[in-house]
């Protein structure tokens, strides 16, 4: 009862806070290029690109770096350490500018009234820390959304999921896939979302802190991936992989939360909530340990990097 009490406190006297100073930076804003959610999917589809994608969790890390902040005082309830390396890496791929890759950064950085209630202040105040290194970063480049694997909840702007879902899923439509995700992940199983790939295989790699096994993850998925395409659901690790696959000259997508988005519109949930079966990192409860038996899913499991 308290904690609600309290972040009803907090979001009554930030939400105008932020509000305000991010209205204020409307001249820096109004130059970035960052296409909103449908039109980076059709981009995606049209160009048969590479994506890296950057959420707050990535921006957390750079922002440690570059303000030389060191292992002992990165306290952040993660999934992913902080690490230098890491955090370099990420801070490449985002000043990168390769033909065959699209870097994704949040559209809600350019106009967040794509989101409601606490979304929409979330990403007000992400911008408001990370302006500083995103608008040197971002030149005169071309943007997609970081959030168009993240379709459902508080979101105002999509309002056909149905057809969103379908204009995901032609990603992937008849093209043999490899999932590169975390051991607990389990991206599509239970559901119908890669049904419509010609073939799926997958391989696991730690739940937590992948990073740490990145160069045994990235030698696994190169001599697995030829003739595939890679979706990769690896939290900061899938934007670097991505990175580097593409510069190999494979396909590769970070598709981030795409699955749990998924399930929580089949649900009609209101909320973030657990998934049976399946790693929630987001949700008190939903960071889960289970062994599932499902022969279908095991059968595709062709390594693990664990």
């Known amino acids: 009862m308290w904690k609600n009490v309290k972040v009803f406190i907090w979001r009554l006297i930030f939400t105008p806070y932020y509000r305000i100073r991010y209205l204020f930076t409307y001249a820096e804003r109004r130059h970035l290029q960052i296409l909103n959610s449908e039109k980076t999917l059709l981009y995606i589809i049209r160009n048969d690109c590479s994506v890296s994608r950057f959420g707050d969790g990535e921006f957390q890390m750079i922002t440690h770096y570059l303000q030389n902040g060191t292992i002992d005082d990165f306290h952040v309830d993660t999934f992913q350490d902080y690490s230098p390396r890491l955090a370099e890496r990420l801070l490449d791929v985002l000043e990168s500018d390769c033909n065959d890759l699209m870097v994704c950064i949040p559209y809600a950085f350019r106009n967040s009234s794509v989101y409601k209630g606490y979304g929409r202040t979330f990403f007000e105040r992400e911008w408001l820390l990370r302006k500083k290194f995103v608008v040197s970063a971002a030149g005169r480049r071309l943007f997609g959304d970081s959030c168009f694997t993240r379709f459902y909840l508080g979101r105002k702007d999509i309002k056909d999921k149905v057809h969103y879902v379908a204009l995901l899923r032609q990603i992937w439509n008849g093209k043999d896939a490899l999932v590169v995700e975390g051991e607990q992940s389990r991206l599509g199983v239970g559901n119908e979302l890669f049904s419509n790939a010609a073939s799926v295989v997958r391989i696991l790699c730690p739940a937590t802190n992948a990073f ?70 987001e949700v008190s409860g939903g960071r889960i340990s289970t062994g599932l038996q499902d022969s279908a899913y095991l059968s595709q499991i062709i390594d693990r990097v664990l």
């Open 212 to 281: 740490s096994k990145y160069d045994r993850i990235l030698e696994s998925v190169t001599v697995s991936a030829k003739g595939r395409l890679v979706l990769l659901a690896l939290g900061h690790t899938a934007t670097v992989l991505a990175f580097d696959l593409s510069k190999a000259g494979f396909h590769a997508i970070d598709l981030g939360h795409i699955d749990i988005e998924y399930e929580w519109m089949r649900m009609g949930a209101k909320e973030k909530v657990p998934v049976p079966d399946k790693y929630v990192n």
